[in-house]
């Protein structure tokens, strides 16, 4: 069936270095998509959404870039923190629910 | 000022037993969801309520029953409890249906079957 899925499983980036965390999509329908962080023990958490009609969002120390021609979603976090170490999902708008991808687990190093 | 609670933080419990888990919201939404997440991070979509009706119903067994007695509550009632059922349960809500209405998780229930 259709699903939203992540290149890397995990990434580990030193303090300061941006980060890219890369979602690939195949519903050619969705046209809403949204970053979700979950750090340890506690519940997603909205980072920044996009819909269908743009390429491009932007939001504090975020970036959301949508490529709709090759169904590719990206999450840019730039000069990584200690406290962005956590599970980033991508998600898309299946109907009424959220479909999640699987997850990448960001690690920051000192 | 929590906006979405969920009791208890952790279950554990045998095989067999029935169970149930609770979310509250205060943020005056109008839908409801419950979420499971498995052991390797993969969240998947069990139901959703507006406004206390049932909107969505994916395939789960009907030993999962969810029971919205007003708009700010949903819980979740689990029957005859299995090992697969082990995971953590997520509850969220959002304001209403649309595609741009942010979800709000809860911090979640850890259920653990032996």
């Known amino acids: 069936g259709e699903s939203v899925g992540l290149h890397l499983p995990t990434l580990s980036v030193q303090e300061g270095d941006n980060s890219i965390i890369n979602c690939a999509y195949s519903n050619s329908a969705s046209d809403y998509f949204i970053w979700y962080k979950q750090e340890s023990g506690k519940g997603p958490q909205f980072i920044i959404d996009i819909r269908s009609n743009m390429d491009k969002r932007q939001g504090q120390r975020v970036t959301v870039l949508l490529n709709k021609t090759v169904k590719h979603l990206s999450l840019q976090i730039a000069a990584t923190q200690p406290g962005d170490s956590a599970v980033y999902f991508c998600?898309?708008?299946?109907?009424?629910?959220?479909?999640f991808g699987k997850g990448t687990s960001l690690l920051v190093t000192p | 000022d929590t906006a979405v609670s969920q009791t208890p933080k952790y279950l554990v419990t045998q095989m067999g037993n029935d169970k149930s888990i609770k979310c509250e919201q205060n943020?005056?939404?109008?839908?409801m969801y419950w979420y499971k997440q498995d052991s390797k991070k993969f969240l998947k979509i069990m139901f959703s309520y507006n406004n206390k009706e049932l909107i969505i119903n994916e395939t789960v067994p009907n030993r999962f029953s969810p029971k919205s007695p007003d708009k700010a509550h949903l819980n979740l009632h689990i029957n005859s409890l299995e090992l697969g059922d082990s995971a953590v349960y997520f509850c969220a809500s959002s304001q209403g249906l649309a595609g741009g209405d942010e979800q709000f998780f809860g911090p979640g229930t850890r259920l653990t079957v032996l």
């Open positions: 943020l005056g939404h109008d839908t």
């Open positions: 998600a898309e708008k299946a109907g009424y629910a959220l479909n």
